[in-house]
Structure formats: C-alpha cells, structure tokens
C-alpha cells in the first residue's frame, strides 16, 4: 500500500536535492537560474504537503513569477565567458578545499538537529475542516509580529530608494517626454495653415 | 485501493470535461477574432472552409499538426522543446479552480485566487526560455520586453485581485461569487469599478494582446519569441494565449460581474422567468462578452509604445489600486451598505 503524501515527499524532496545541487553545478548560468526555479518549485510543493498553502503560493507567485524572473532577465543579457574563469581550477584547489572543510565544520557545529527542535515537533497536527492558512498567518502577522514585519517593509523601501538612487544619474542627459505637455497641446500651437496664394 | 483508483478516474474526467470543451473555444475563438475583426475592418474574413468558414479553425489545426517541427541548429534544444510546454501547462492548470457554476469545479480550493495568480505568473517563463533558447535576436528582444511588461503588470493585477480579496473576504472563487449575489448592482463591478477597469487592463497586457502585443510587434521585431517555431511547437504557444485569454475573462466575471448569478437577480418577474436557465449559460455569456471585448480592442487601438506601456503600468494603475484598495478597506470596515452591509 504506497502512501501518497509520503510518495510526493519524496520524490519531491529528492527534486529539491537535486535541483539544488545543479544550480551549483552547471556551468552555464542560465541553465543554473532554472534549476533554482525548479528548486523553489519543489520546495513549494513540500510546504503544500504541510498544508502552509499560502506560504507555497506566495514562494510561487513572488519568488517564481517576479524574482527569478528579473534574476534569468539579467543572467540572459550578460555573455558570460566561462574559460577565464575555470583557469587555475586546479592551482586553487587546496585553498578551495580548505575553505569547504571550514564551512561544513562550522555548519555541523552550528546547525545541529536541536535547532530544528525536530524530535520535539512531532508529526504535523491534522488541521480541523475550515482550517485557513491565510488567517492564521495574518493574526500572528499583525498582532505578535507586528513590528519586526512593519520593519522588515521599511528595510525593504530603503533598498528600493537606495538602488533607486545609485542607478539615477540625473535628468540632463534624457530626453524623456513630458505627458502633461503632449496632452496640453492642441491644434493651433502645432500647425498654422498658410495660404500658397498670398505668399507669392 | 480500489476506492483510489475510482477516485483518480473520476478527476481525470473532470479533467477531460474541463479541458475538451476549452480546446474547442479556444479553436472557434481563433475563427471568432478573424471573423469580429474583418466585419469591423468591413471585409468578409474567412469564408471558405465549410459554410461561412465554420471548418477553418479544424483545417488550421490540420496543417499545424502535419507541418514539419524544425528546430534551429544554434538553439538550446532543451529549453526549445520545453518552453511551449512550459507556456501550455499553466494556462491549462489554472483552469483546476474556476468554478463555471455553483459546485462546478474540480478543486474547491481555499486559496483559488492566490492559485491563478501563481500560475499565471508561471506562464512567463514559456516565453522567455523560447526566447533564449531559440538563440535568436528577435525572439531575445521579445522574452526581454515580455519579462519587464508581465513582471510590472501582474503588480497592478495582484492589488486589484487584492481589493476583490478584501471586499469578498474570501480568496475562494465560489464565495467570492456568492458575497456579490443579490442583483447587478451588487456585482462588484460597481463598488471596485476602479479595480475592474485596472484589472481588464492589466489582463491585456498580461495576456501580450493588442494594445500591449510589443511581444509579436510585426513591424518590428518579426513575431516575437516565437518566430523560429513551427508546426505543433507554435500551435501551443497560439493556444496558451488563447487559453489565458479566456482564462483573464473567466476570472473578470467571477470577481466582478457576479460568476454564474442570473443578472435579474432582484427583479421581481423577470427573476422567476429566467429561473430555469443554468447558471454556466450566464457565465458563459459574460465570458464571451469579455472575449469580445478582447477583439473589439484589438481591431480599434493601434499598439502601444513601450515606454508608455511601462508609464501606464507603473505611474499610472499601481497608485489607482493603492488608493481603492484604501476606500474599499474603509467600505468594508464600516459596513457600506448596500454591498457590505
């Protein structure tokens, strides 16, 4: 008797994996950019399963459909030559290695299964019929986690205004079109009709 | 186990019922645009396969299919053959949570809204992996003016959907529909107009239909991200968009102009009059208004330029929204009457 939530866990988990892993390993970058999609999509289909259907949703619509969107817009538009870099792969090596060993000891160190408090979760509760997600989310939203969420926007819109800022160099050499001007002007300021007798 | 298995059989004919049908609409849609477009450009449109043209949308589908794929030496195979199914899939899929009338959808789900709104930003990557990976100049400029045009509208779009979220209550389609029931007045078209009218928009330009067509813009860039294919591999780009065209429609009746209700809804004799007729004649009927709608602007307004599609887009619908969203966030909290009493 196959289970099916445990079947879609684990095929899509092992898609998770391996999605994850193809972002790093692929050389060409664009082709990387989609196995992130893929990885996203995957692990949006895991929260799915913990009926979190906002939270997969929202991985979609803002990750999937605007993120990574903007993301393959820029990785497309770079010619990317991939030889320069793989030169002297084999002289940084050593160093490289070192590096990973580091980072994986910190890791096991740092994130142990306690942080995760898996042994103490348990299995997922059935939610009872009726259950939202979405306000359940929005209470703990807007009550507990009021202000690290109102925060978090104004983080964000000083990102906005600060790339903003960094990209604008000024008016002066644009040629950009007034809207209010064009639609301000009418018949008699564009043309002047000239009689071919009188100006003989 | 055999309980499963019936289970499964009966979705998948659920599937089929949805989906036969729609192919159907999309192939006389296809006949529908060249018909509506020539008698308002005052020719005859196609006339001569079967009676009046009727056969042409099979005879099209006919060549598509025996019509030889050719695939470009210089493209990425893979995301060359990917990208239409790519394109196809989601505008299929989002079908799943439309109901057509009152229990007549194939998952009631909690979340409907939210659904379409993830699958149709889905949709975008058909176009731009065909794009890129028909390693072509053209089609690239048009997955690039794609990407930026669908990225800035589905912002305008999601806060419309967002006010209808408010208003409602619900990101359920079925209770959506039955939070305007009452009578034509109180179809959210009235208290949201700004909303609706953003949102037809917006669903133009996600759509990539004339005005906002600068994806396929002829005179300049050929047919856009589909100019290197041919055959099958086009045809379901043709019916992706076909798919989503009715889909955009579906989804402006279902929030706004009431779903599957009777529009003598509250009329005391006309209401019992038309009390037989099923409530999927009415949705249907308000779709194919927008589908015509769909026409009609593509045969009067001549193409957009891209710049001003960017200034529409941003400078334009997304402050509309922000401040409707506002007043129908104070309707609702103060109990509006008549629609949010």
Same mark, same amino acid.
């Given at each position: $008797?196959?289970?099916?939530?445990?079947?879609?866990?684990?095929?899509?988990?092992?898609?998770?994996?391996?999605?994850?892993?193809?972002?790093?390993?692929?050389?060409?970058?664009?082709?990387?950019?989609?196995?992130?999609?893929?990885?996203?999509?995957?692990?949006?289909?895991?929260?799915?399963?913990?009926?979190? /259907?906002?939270?997969?949703?929202? *991985?979609?619509? @803002?990750?999937?459909?605007?993120?990574?969107?903007?993301?393959?817009?820029?990785?497309?538009?770079?010619?990317?030559?991939?030889?320069?870099?793989?030169?002297?792969?084999?002289?940084? *090596?050593?160093?490289?290695?070192?590096?990973?060993?580091? %980072?994986?000891?910190?890791?096991?160190?740092?994130?142990?299964?306690?942080?995760?408090?898996?042994?103490?979760?348990?299995?997922?509760?059935?939610?009872?019929?009726?259950?939202?997600?979405?306000? /359940?989310?929005?209470?703990?939203?807007?009550?507990?986690?009021?202000?690290?969420?109102?925060?978090?926007?104004? *983080? +964000?819109?000083?990102?906005?205004?600060?790339?903003?800022?960094?990209?604008?160099?000024?008016?002066?050499?644009?040629?950009?079109?007034?809207?209010?001007?064009?639609?301000?002007?009418?018949?008699?300021?564009?043309?002047?009709?000239?009689?071919?007798?009188?100006?003989? | $186990?055999?309980?499963?298995?019936?289970?499964?059989?009966?979705?998948?004919?659920?599937?089929?019922?949805?989906?036969?049908?729609?192919?159907?609409?999309?192939?006389?849609?296809?006949?529908?645009?060249?018909?509506?477009?020539?008698?308002?450009?005052?020719?005859?449109?196609?006339?001569?396969?079967?009676?009046?043209?009727?056969?042409?949308?099979?005879?099209?589908?006919?060549? +598509?299919?025996?019509?030889?794929?050719?695939?470009?030496?210089?493209?990425?195979?893979?995301?060359?053959?990917?990208?239409?199914?790519?394109?196809?899939?989601?505008?299929?899929?989002?079908?799943?949570?439309?109901?057509?009338?009152?229990? #007549?959808? *194939?998952?009631?789900?909690?979340?409907?809204?939210? %659904?379409?709104?993830?699958?149709?930003?889905?949709?975008?990557?058909?176009?731009?992996?065909?794009?890129?990976?028909?390693?072509?100049?053209?089609?690239?400029?048009?997955?690039?003016?794609?990407?930026?045009?669908?990225?800035?509208?589905?912002?305008?779009?999601?806060?419309?959907?967002?006010? @209808?979220?408010?208003?409602?209550?619900?990101?359920?389609?079925?209770?959506?529909?039955?939070?305007?029931?009452?009578?034509?007045?109180?179809?959210? &078209?009235?208290?949201?107009?700004?909303?609706?009218?953003?949102? #037809?928009?917006?669903?133009?330009? /996600?759509?990539?239909?004339?005005? %906002?067509?600068?994806?396929?813009?002829?005179?300049?860039?050929?047919?856009?991200?589909?100019?290197?294919?041919?055959?099958?591999?086009?045809?379901?780009?043709?019916?992706?968009?076909?798919?989503?065209?009715?889909?955009?429609?579906?989804?402006?009746?279902?929030?706004?102009?009431?779903?599957?209700?009777?529009?003598?809804?509250?009329?005391?004799?006309? /209401?019992?009059?038309?009390? &037989?007729?099923?409530?999927?004649? #009415?949705?249907?009927?308000?779709?194919?208004?927008?589908?015509?709608?769909?026409?009609?602007?593509?045969?009067?307004?001549?193409?957009?330029?891209?710049? !001003?599609?960017?200034?529409?887009?941003?400078?334009?619908?997304?402050?509309?929204?922000?401040?409707?969203?506002?007043?129908?966030?104070?309707?609702? !909290?103060?109990?509006?009457?008549? #629609?949010?009493?």
């Amino acid at each position: $008797m196959i289970n099916l939530p445990v079947l879609v866990f684990y095929s899509f988990a092992s898609l998770l994996v391996l999605s994850s892993a193809m972002v790093i390993i692929s050389r060409n970058p664009v082709r990387g950019a989609l196995f992130l999609v893929l990885a996203f999509f995957a692990s949006s289909v895991l929260w799915m399963l913990l009926e979190a /259907e906002f939270l997969a949703l929202a *991985l979609i619509f @803002v990750y999937v459909g605007a993120v990574m969107t903007l993301f393959l817009f820029v990785v497309m538009m770079l010619d990317l030559d991939l030889v320069p870099s793989r030169e002297g792969f084999v002289r940084y *090596l050593p160093f490289g290695i070192l590096v990973m060993v580091l %980072f994986v000891a910190v890791m096991i160190v740092v994130v142990t299964p306690e942080h995760f408090k898996l042994g103490s979760l348990g299995a997922v509760p059935a939610h009872p019929e009726g259950y939202s997600n979405v306000k /359940e989310i929005g209470e703990i939203l807007y009550t507990q986690y009021f202000y690290p969420f109102e925060l978090a926007s104004i *983080l +964000l819109l000083t990102a906005i205004i600060a790339a903003i800022t960094l990209t604008f160099r000024g008016r002066q050499h644009s040629r950009s079109q007034r809207i209010d001007k064009q639609l301000a002007a009418n018949k008699a300021d564009r043309m002047y009709l000239v009689d071919p007798k009188e100006s003989q | $186990m055999l309980e499963q298995l019936i289970s499964l059989a009966w979705i998948i004919a659920k599937i089929l019922i949805i989906v036969l049908p729609l192919l159907g609409v999309v192939a006389y849609l296809t006949m529908a645009e060249r018909k509506v477009i020539a008698y308002m450009q005052y020719r005859v449109g196609v006339n001569r396969v079967g009676i009046r043209g009727i056969g042409q949308p099979i005879a099209d589908a006919m060549k +598509l299919i025996f019509k030889e794929i050719i695939i470009p030496k210089a493209s990425n195979r893979y995301l060359f053959i990917l990208a239409p199914i790519l394109a196809m899939t989601p505008a299929l899929v989002a079908w799943s949570v439309v109901p057509f009338d009152d229990g #007549w959808v *194939l998952a009631n789900v909690n979340a409907g809204v939210l %659904f379409i709104f993830a699958m149709t930003s889905i949709g975008i990557y058909g176009i731009i992996c065909a794009g890129w990976g028909s390693n072509s100049k053209y089609a690239f400029f048009s997955a690039m003016r794609v990407a930026a045009q669908m990225v800035s509208y589905e912002i305008a779009m999601g806060f419309a959907l967002v006010g @209808v979220l408010i208003a409602a209550g619900s990101m359920n389609f079925t209770d959506i529909v039955h939070a305007q029931s009452g009578s034509v007045l109180h179809w959210y &078209w009235l208290p949201l107009l700004p909303l609706f009218v953003v949102y #037809w928009v917006s669903g133009l330009a /996600e759509t990539n239909r004339a005005p %906002f067509d600068v994806a396929e813009g002829e005179s300049e860039i050929v047919a856009g991200f589909h100019v290197e294919y041919s055959g099958m591999t086009f045809a379901m780009f043709f019916l992706a968009e076909y798919a989503n065209m009715i889909l955009i429609s579906s989804l402006a009746v279902l929030m706004f102009l009431g779903g599957w209700l009777s529009p003598f809804q509250g009329i005391p004799l006309l /209401e019992s009059t038309f009390n &037989w007729v099923p409530g999927i004649v #009415w949705f249907a009927a308000k779709a194919s208004l927008f589908l015509y709608l769909y026409l009609w602007i593509r045969a009067t307004f001549p193409r957009y330029r891209y710049d !001003q599609i960017m200034r529409l887009g941003w400078k334009v619908l997304i402050p509309v929204t922000l401040v409707w969203i506002f007043v129908v966030a104070l309707a609702v !909290q103060f109990h509006l009457p008549p #629609w949010f009493a």
